[in-house]
Each structure stands twice: as C-alpha cells, then as structure tokens.
C-alpha cells in the first residue's frame, strides 16, 4: 500500500507563496502521473497540476503561471510551488499518485488558505 504524506499547507496573505509537498513511500517513477487537486468548501475537487512519469507538466487555466510542480526522485517528493495567491486558491490540496495499473492514491490534503 503506497502512502502519500503532503505537508506545507497553512495560512498566507494575498499575494503570498507557499510551496506543498507530497511525499510518496515508493518510487515517484512507479506512477504513471503524480497530481495535486483542490477542493474549495462547497466545491467539487478538481485538477491543479500533473507531473507525469516522463516530466511533462500540465496545469488548470487559473494556475497557470503562477503555479509549478516538480518534483525530487532522489526525495520520492512532488511539490507545489504556489505563487500570487488570492483568496480563490483557499482550499484542500490533495496530491493523487496513479499507478499503471489498479486505483490510484491519495494522501490526506493539506489546507491552505488566503486571507489577509
């Protein structure tokens, strides 16, 4: 059972950057792609960012530019680097690992929220 740990999370103000991290408990390159999604109060969850096995990024339009994944082999950790936050990215962030085969996991979320 493949376990996914993300920290990072917290408050910041507008304008703010925090970087997450999800920290995986077998090899990133195992996954076929590693993502982090969000999930706002009263909101469905939906994509932010995907790093696949290859090294392509792909990202939601509302991050785009201000939002990187990458990601740490050495580490078996992706991250999220977060910048010019506003209070629309206040949200659970939930890192997903999808396998080759079988379901994919997901760690526990970590809040991050935007208020000044």
């Known amino acids: 059972q493949v376990q996914l740990v993300e920290s990072g999370g917290g408050l910041v103000q507008p304008g703010g950057s925090l970087r997450l991290s999800c920290a995986a408990s077998?090899?990133?390159?195992?996954?076929?792609?590693m993502d982090w999604y969000r999930q706002a109060p009263g909101k469905q969850r939906n994509l932010v960012a995907r790093?696949?096995?290859?090294?392509?990024?792909n990202y939601a339009g509302s991050v785009k530019g201000r939002f990187t994944i990458s990601r740490d082999s050495a580490k078996n950790t992706v991250y999220l680097q977060m910048n010019s936050l506003t209070p629309e990215d206040t949200a659970v962030y939930s890192c997903?690992?999808?396998?080759?085969?079988?379901?994919?996991?997901w760690g526990q979320g970590t809040q991050v929220t935007v208020s000044s």
């Open positions: 077998a090899s990133i390159f195992s996954f076929v792609a």
């Open positions: 790093i696949t096995s290859g090294g392509s990024t």
């Open positions: 997903n690992a999808r396998p080759t085969w079988g379901s994919a996991y």
